[in-house]
């Protein structure tokens, strides 16, 4: 979930490096701050999905995913000088 809203969310973001490195970092960065949501079965996995593709828990997702873009814009490990996004 969290890679594809990284995906639908940077696009709109042009001044945002989005090197490999700086991708897994947003990437982390939101993960970390998100609660955890393990499955093991195709089954869990579409209920984990149906319970999570709310407009709560999706607008949840975009402001961790958002602050991440703007944490790691200011301080890019990849070497791309910072960038203000907001």
């Known amino acids: 979930m969290v890679s594809r809203e990284y995906e ?3 696009p709109q ?6 090197c490999d490195m700086c991708r897994g970092d ?6 970390n701050r998100l ?4 499955v093991s079965t195709r089954q869990g996995e579409v209920l984990t999905e149906l319970s999570l593709d709310t407009d709560q828990e999706r607008a949840r997702l975009d402001v961790v995913l958002l602050e991440a873009f703007r944490k790691v814009s200011l301080a ?4 791309a000088l910072p960038a203000q996004l907001m």
């Open 8 to 10: 639908k969310l940077r």
């Open 26 to 31: 947003v990437v982390v960065y939101a993960l």
């Open 13 to 18: 973001l042009q001044r945002f490096c989005g």
């Open 76 to 79: 890019p490990r990849c070497g």
């Open 35 to 38: 609660s955890p949501h393990y």
